[in-house]
């Protein structure tokens, strides 16, 4: 990934965090991580961080107070709410808060699934050189990962079976387009 970045890691699971620091690391970032909420209010100056990512066990008000102190420093700050607890999923997130442009310049207009199909459907804005991985996590909390895609496709919606099951567990797919990367929950 070309750019760079300040990242700060919220999250209640210690090994979670170990790994997806380690991940964004080798992309070139800068990772902070943290499991106790106070020390990261009172100790973490919010203009030394670019993105905030909240593991989603965080939420209510003790998210909002989070983000909060951190925005007072720092009002551009961008804040990722971690969707499942998938290592290279969570890297995408981070690298969608740091690359994306706004939603009308995005390459990937839309993702969904198609449930009678077993299809994952991408629609593209224009050409791209183009990477699709599908992500599940299932009842038992353990992570499956697809390519579905690598390679140049036209505008357009594009349609890519998907191998067991799409309509169980937590599903997400993750586009990177020419530089871009979208992720996408699925429901």
């Known amino acids: 990934m070309a750019t760079t970045g300040r990242v700060l890691l919220v999250g209640k699971r210690a090994r979670v965090l170990d790994q997806l620091a380690d991940a964004l ?7 902070r991580e943290e499991t106790d909420l106070d020390r990261v209010r009172t100790h973490v100056d919010g203009s030394t961080v670019d993105v905030l990512a909240l593991g989603r066990a965080l939420t209510g008000a003790r998210r909002e107070s989070l983000v909060a102190a951190l925005r007072a420093k720092n009002p551009a700050l961008r804040v990722v709410d971690g969707l499942a607890p998938i290592t290279p999923l969570l890297v995408a997130q ?28 991408v629609s593209l804005r224009r050409r791209a050189d ?23 496709l036209e505008r357009g919606g594009h ?16 586009v990177r387009a020419d530089g871009q990367t979208t992720v996408h929950q699925l429901v």
């Open 159 to 174: 349609w890519f079976p998907v191998k067991g099951s799409v309509t169980r567990g937590e599903r997400f797919v993750v």
């Open 25 to 31: 690391r080798n992309e070139g970032l800068q990772v």
């Open 130 to 152: 183009v990477t699709v991985v599908y992500h599940r996590l299932d009842a038992l909390y353990r992570a499956h990962e697809q390519l579905l895609h690598s390679g140049p």
């Open 94 to 121: 981070v690298q969608e808060a740091l690359t994306s442009p706004g939603i009308e310049s995005r390459i990937v207009a839309a993702a969904g699934v198609e449930v009678a199909d077993r299809t994952v459907a």
